[in-house]
């Protein structure tokens, strides 16, 4: 049981090029979550998948985007890479009504030059 | 939206003292508030959690209080450790179907030895 996994775990993009970042949970969660953490400001919602089937926008979802692949995956997409998301990216899953305790990856240290 | 308002940023303590973190929330629906511990380059990692129909939880030296009328709750960690220093965020949750997260922005505990 891996529980959530992330990758990669560390990139260097240059502005203009895109990437996606994978994760996967093995737990059989309903959703899952993407986070960026920036220094100061907590973890900030990116875009999020209730259930299979299904995404939206959290907080800062503008220039990325989601694909919820099925049960297990859910990817998240830079299209054009800007030096403002220069961040750590976080994947997280749960099982909503029942326990609402989230798990988290291990995190993506992306770099945009 | 929810806000969730977390003091203070930073904390240093000596080891053997205690520590108290606090956070305030502004949605009186929010029901659920879980802290989560994330060392250095590590996740977020649950430690305690309480609901909105309890007031107080403990877990050995740490424990967890709820004012639900002043929408604030704290974090108390008595007899610090080394260990117990890291980033602690408090999040404010609306609990059932889609778990609508809000995170504080983190609290830096550094434990003196």
């Known amino acids: 049981n891996a529980g959530v996994t992330q990758t990669p775990k560390f990139q260097v993009l240059k502005t203009g090029q895109s990437m996606t970042l994978q994760c996967a949970q093995d737990?059989?969660?309903?959703?899952m979550y993407w986070y960026r953490q920036d220094p100061g400001m907590g973890l900030r919602l990116i875009y999020y998948?209730?259930?299979?089937?299904?995404?939206d926008k959290g907080e800062v979802p503008n220039g990325y985007n989601v694909s919820r692949l099925n049960k297990r995956e859910f990817s998240l997409r830079l299209e054009s890479a800007a030096p403002s998301q220069t961040s750590v990216y976080f994947c997280a899953s749960s099982i909503p009504g029942k326990q609402e305790t989230q798990y988290f990856g291990p995190g993506t240290r992306l770099l945009v030059l | 939206g929810e806000n969730v308002e977390q003091h203070p940023s930073t904390l240093s303590v000596q080891e053997g003292d205690s520590a108290v973190i606090k956070c305030t929330y502004s949605d009186s629906a929010s029901n659920y508030f879980p802290w989560y511990k994330q060392e250095l380059g590590k996740r977020p990692q649950l430690i305690i959690d309480?609901?909105?129909?309890?007031g107080e939880k403990k877990d050995q030296r740490i424990a967890v209080t709820l004012n639900k009328t002043a929408k604030h709750f704290s974090l108390h960690i008595t007899e610090t450790q080394p260990e117990d220093s890291a980033v602690y965020f408090c999040a404010a949750i609306l609990s059932g179907g889609y778990q609508k997260v809000t995170f504080g922005t983190g609290t830096k505990l550094q434990v003196i030895p």
């Open positions: 737990m059989n969660h309903n959703s």
């Open positions: 998948s209730a259930s299979e089937g299904t995404t």
């Open positions: 309480i609901r909105s129909n309890v």
